[in-house]
């Protein structure tokens, strides 16, 4: 009876946060035009091969369709699935919706695509500078301000969070563990202890700042159509005193990421690919300190470590890796290949089995 309670209760929940999901929403996003955004490169473009050109196109969909306050349906799932391997167990996790929309705005500071020849860096933090450059690969470089209206959380306090879900095609969830194309995962670099991007001390994230650059290097990368899609929510852990459970309210959130799609070429005066000229190596990106994506250091990404690890950013190897989202109605996303269905099967079977280790450990 008590599996069927936890159960019935579970089901109600998910059923509740998927017919909520449209929910409209108060907060903004500055710059209102994608094009004023200081550091902004829509797409890049790039000949991979003698047959194939490669365009990376970052997703505008922030601008269009703000994430519903408490997470989506697959968020929400995704975070609960977290939540059955973590330190605490399913049980010692509340993620709850906030009561208010956020009255402040997110600042996008930096949104660019990165191709081959493009140094991927050179935006900045209020802890320190991103060091510009990596190339030969594909990716996206990604940067936001939480800007509170007074009756908003503040920040200051080390409550607010960042919780990103991702989905991608290429490079590593977390260490030893391959990303699966649709499946989405907690952005978190596999720790069990929280399910936050950041932590104390971090150079990326703050409690009012975002910084992240999913990258897949390697020119053979930059060959196929790859894809970084994530839903970002910014959360404040709200836990009562003395409580043994871990509560983490859910406010408003985006969706960003970016695509790579190959299409084949025509050459010049024939139609043998053979002959078409084989272009040469990306040179090392021109320095502009103002351009927010070249600077005067860079570093090659080849197809040696092209696997990387889909991370945040490192202190010790700045090489942000992939991240990704779903639930996207924009025009360049990719469709989910997980259904909601299939989320909440997977959902149910993490409540049963959670339940039966509870049971046995009472036992």
Not at 75 to 94: A, D, P, V, Y
Not at 222 to 250: C, H, M
Not at 299 to 305: C, G, P
Request: aromatic letters at 12%; proline letters at 8%; one cysteine or more.
């Amino acid at each position: 009876m008590l599996l069927r309670q936890y159960s019935l209760v579970f089901f109600a929940s998910t059923l509740m946060i998927a017919l909520t999901d449209g929910t409209g929403v108060a907060f903004t996003i500055t710059p209102s035009n994608p094009s004023d955004v200081e550091f902004y490169r829509e797409q890049s473009f790039a000949q991979v091969s003698p047959s194939q050109d490669a365009t990376t196109v970052i997703d505008k969909s922030l601008w269009y369709g703000l994430l519903p306050r408490g997470g989506t349906f697959s968020f929400n799932t995704t975070l609960r699935l977290w939540s059955l391997t973590s330190e605490l167990g399913f049980f010692g996790w509340n993620f709850q919706p906030a009561k208010n929309d956020l009255k402040g705005s997110f600042e996008i500071v930096t949104y660019q695509a990165c191709n081959l020849g493009d140094a991927c860096g050179g935006a900045s933090t209020p802890i320190s500078d991103i060091p510009t450059g990596i190339y030969r690969g594909v990716g996206s470089l990604f940067h936001l301000k939480y800007n509170p209206e007074p009756n908003d959380p503040q920040p200051g306090q080390g409550k607010l969070h960042w919780i990103q879900v991702v989905q991608a095609n290429y490079g590593k969830a977390n260490p030893g563990v391959p990303i699966i194309s649709g499946i989405p995962f907690v952005d978190n670099s596999g720790r069990k202890s929280t399910p936050y991007y950041d932590y104390s001390g971090y150079r990326f994230a703050g409690e009012d700042f975002f910084m992240d650059r999913p990258y897949a290097g390697g020119i053979s990368n930059a060959r196929r159509n790859t894809y970084f899609n994530a839903q970002l929510y910014l959360v404040q852990e709200t836990t009562p005193p003395g409580s043994n459970k871990r509560t983490v309210t859910i406010y408003n959130g985006i969706r960003w990421g970016w695509k790579n799609t190959v299409r084949r070429r025509s050459c010049p005066n024939t139609s043998v690919d053979s002959e078409c000229p084989l272009p040469p190596p990306p040179p090392p990106p021109s320095c502009n300190p103002s351009s927010g994506g070249g600077g005067c250091s860079y570093r090659v990404v080849d197809n040696e470590n092209e696997d990387q690890k889909l991370s945040l950013f490192d202190s010790s190897n700045l090489d942000v890796a992939n991240i990704s989202y779903d639930d996207s109605e924009s025009p360049i996303s990719v469709p989910e290949s997980t259904s909601a269905l299939g989320l909440l099967a997977i959902a149910a079977w993490g409540v049963v089995k959670a339940m039966k280790i509870r049971k046995d450990k009472q036992s």
